[in-house]
């Protein structure tokens, strides 16, 4: 049995061997550079040597997606009346800046990465989810 020690640059080049990083050439990749940092992270800390993880990176792929913001997670997961409140939510922080309106978008955006966590694994790529983030997939 040989065992091959993943690293970071490692974990990332067997996601680009199966062609699953977004690129300009690829766009249809699952995951782009900065998510497989943070999956990488979010898996390091995870398994250890005596929980090892044997990469499987089309099992990573059906087992945890990234979004690039939460309109596009809430696409996928919520009900038209939940997108269209979420896009209102995500307006009005680009309409005319008062505190009311920032407030009420980061409450907005507060209660939705709640949801998220509860009902999943939320990696966060950056602090705004509207920066990208990944799932594990209900």
Partial sequence: MIIEEDDQSLFIRRFEDYKR???????????????????????DGVFDEENPLKLDVIALCCEFSEYKNLEEYLIDYSTEEEINETIMGLKE??????????????????????????????????????EGFIIQQY
């Fill in 93 to 130: 922080e680009d309409d005319e800046r008062n505190e009311e309106k920032i407030r009420a978008s980061i409450e907005f955006k507060t209660r939705i990465e709640e949801e998220i966590n509860d009902k999943t694994i939320l990696i966060k790529i950056d602090e705004d989810l509207n």
């Fill in 21 to 43: 990083v977004v690129t300009p050439e690829n766009q249809n990749g699952n995951f782009t550079y900065r998510g497989l940092r943070a999956l990488y992270n979010y898996l």
